[in-house]
Every structure is written in C-alpha cells, then in structure tokens.
C-alpha cells in the first residue's frame, strides 16, 4: 500500500494521498490550504488516479482546497452530513479571532469549499474505494461531523487511522469553537479509541504520527479520560 501525507497551509493540516500502490487509483485526506499543487505534484509523480475524497470533518482548514481537487478531478467529496453545512458556509466553524486571521490570509476574499459532487458518510460504513478498504467511525466532539477512517492492516502495512482532529500525538482536538462538545469528544474517545490495537499507526489532521500504543502510554486524555482538563488549542 502507498500512503504519503504532507502539512498544508498556515495550520500544518496532514494530506494524506492513499493507494493500492503506484499507477493506481487512490484517494486524497484532506485537502487543506495550499494542498492542491503539491498533490498534483505526487499524483503525476506516481501515476496516481484520484477517485475521492475524504474529509474528516467541516473546518476550512481540513476543506480548503476541496473543490480544486474535487471538481479539478471530477470526483466525489465525502464527509459525514453533521459537518455538510459548513462545505456551504466555511466560516460557520470558525471563531471570530480566526475570521479575522483569515481575511488577513485571503486578503478579504471568499473561499469557495462546495464542490459540484458531495456525498455522505455514516457511522461504522464499510468503504473500499481506489482498492482500500475502509471503517468510517463518527466521532463527534471536535465538530458534531467528525470521523475517523480505519484501515484494518494487510501483508506490510500496519493497521492506520486516520485520526483527523479527533486524536494527535499526545493531545486531542479542541472543543471550544462553534460545534465543539467537550463531553462529547470524551464520549468519542472511549467508544472509538478503546477498541482499536496496540500496533495501529496513527495518521492525525496536525503533528507527527504516532501508534496507539504510544499514545495509550502517555497521552494524558486517554490515560485519564474521565475529568479531563479543556483539551489544548490545536487546527482552526
């Protein structure tokens, strides 16, 4: 399996482009700020063919450059229809600070991030797209639209997550921008998480990637997830 992944845009959101291998089909995670030429860059590299995307949650930093990639392919989008509305509104999950931080970036222009073909995705969906098989699991918290994809493992690949802003290297997603839900996050990541082995890598929307063992060792929202304290400001 050929997975890569870089940091897009001023927030370092984590693209991921997954395949079957090189010259095949293959699927793009996230196509944040600036993410387009450089995924342009690895399809062409590797005779990659884009067939969908996948978006783990609504927020403009995540959504970015959806509708370059989509539309500029001819490809679906997919993201789970509690985060839909901000594909149509991109400032909906956005704090005011954050409003002003981005007109200073887009120097006061709109972002467009509602492509021409937008599909849905629900809890627990078994998906093999580009040759992937993949488990979607809704983890609300982050945004009531957030999930995470999992990939169960095959011959020299590990078992992945593609975590999104529900889990990173020793932190979580915060929760105080429109949407957020403390307790939920801490719902999410009991029921999520907990079932998931040791040995999966973890491939989260910001930061280095991690294992679920690392982060069951040492993450201080999973070791003690119950009375938590506000989780740390991390993506928009």
Not at 162 to 191: E, K, N, V, Y
């Amino acid at each position: 399996m050929f997975v890569t992944g870089f940091p897009a845009g001023p927030w370092g959101t984590n693209c991921f482009i997954a395949a079957d291998g090189p010259g095949h089909e293959c699927i793009i995670i996230d196509p944040g700020k600036d993410a387009a030429e450089p995924i342009r860059e690895i399809v062409t590299e590797n005779k990659l063919r884009p067939i969908a995307v996948l978006l783990s949650h609504g927020h403009l930093d995540h959504t970015w450059s959806v509708v370059p990639v989509a539309d500029g392919y001819e490809i679906p989008a997919y993201i789970h229809p509690g985060d839909r509305h901000m594909l149509t509104n991109p400032l909906s999950g956005i704090s005011s600070d954050m409003r002003m931080m981005l007109a200073q970036i887009n120097a006061g222009k709109s972002v467009d991030t509602d492509p021409s073909d937008v599909l849905e995705l629900s809890d627990n969906l078994d998906l093999e797209i580009a040759g992937i098989p993949l488990t979607t699991a809704h983890a609300p918290g982050h945004t009531p639209g957030s999930i995470v994809f999992k990939y169960a493992g095959a011959h020299d690949t590990p078992p992945l997550l593609f975590s999104g802003d529900l889990l990173f290297q020793g932190s979580i997603g915060r929760t105080d921008l429109p949407g957020g839900d403390h307790t939920a996050m801490l719902q999410s990541l009991q029921r999520v998480l907990t079932p998931l082995p040791d040995d999966m890598v973890v491939l989260p929307g910001h930061g280095g990637q991690t294992t679920m063992a690392a982060e069951r060792a040492t993450n201080p929202f999973l070791t003690n997830v119950v009375g938590s304290p506000s989780p740390p400001t991390r993506g928009l």
